[in-house]
């Protein structure tokens, strides 16, 4: 079966004062769709560097990135736009949602962005609240949310369009021990209906819970 993601001979480097560094080394590697996939290893092999690439935030310096078979660098700016906020889901270590907005406003973000309705969006990010769990939390802004509740949140915009994988960065990094495994064990239900995982971890307990542990050293997958 194809897979979801092809990763082929990817490199990034980045140029400084005091020369190139090779950050991403030739990296080949397949996700397949409804996989939950771990990403570990030191700080500094280049984790969160893969994941942003493969979010299509930042370009590669050479190789390729497939999704569903197709180039994803091939694109245009305003293509790549497009294909990062409708294919692809971000939650990241701080949830990064907008104080002035409550939650169902910061989930129904990316569809706004999208062109949804209004109405259908509202919609849409109600139905994806009561999913996490936080149906009694709609009118609530970040600041009068917990760090799990906040998070939480955060899970709802990235999976309101339906994209077909979650990238996430260091998810449970900045939550206590207890409200990090409650929102790993909310990862691993929506992963049995069918969402597609990506997840840069250093807790190995947590990681030992997905289906694949992915090893990263030196800027490569060993």
Do not use: W
């Amino acid at each position: 079966m194809e897979p979801l993601i092809r990763i082929e001979n990817l490199n990034k480097s980045f140029i400084t004062p005091g020369g190139e560094i090779r950050v991403l080394k030739g990296i080949n590697l397949d996700l397949h769709q409804g996989e939950m996939a771990a990403v570990m290893g030191p700080s500094g092999v280049g984790k969160s560097t893969l994941l942003h690439i493969l979010g299509a935030l930042d370009r590669a310096t050479s190789g390729k990135v497939l999704y569903e078979g197709n180039d994803v660098f091939s694109l245009g700016d305003d293509e790549l736009a497009d294909f990062r906020n409708k294919k692809i889901g971000f939650v990241f270590q701080f949830h990064h949602l907008l104080p002035e907005f409550n939650a169902i406003e910061n989930t129904m973000m990316p569809a706004l962005i999208a062109g949804v309705s209004r109405t259908e969006a509202y919609k849409k990010a109600e139905a994806i609240l009561a999913d996490v769990g936080l149906s009694n939390r709609l009118t609530h802004k970040p600041g009068e949310l917990s760090g799990g509740e906040q998070q939480r949140v955060a899970v709802a915009r990235a999976l309101i369009l339906e994209p077909g994988l979650i990238l996430a960065d260091e998810p449970t990094g900045n939550l206590d021990t207890r409200t990090g495994e409650a929102l790993f064990s909310l990862l691993l239900a929506l992963n049995k209906k069918g969402t597609t995982f990506l997840i840069v971890t250093h807790n190995e307990d947590l990681a030992l819970k997905c289906g694949r542990i992915i090893k990263m050293l030196d800027g490569n997958v060993i």
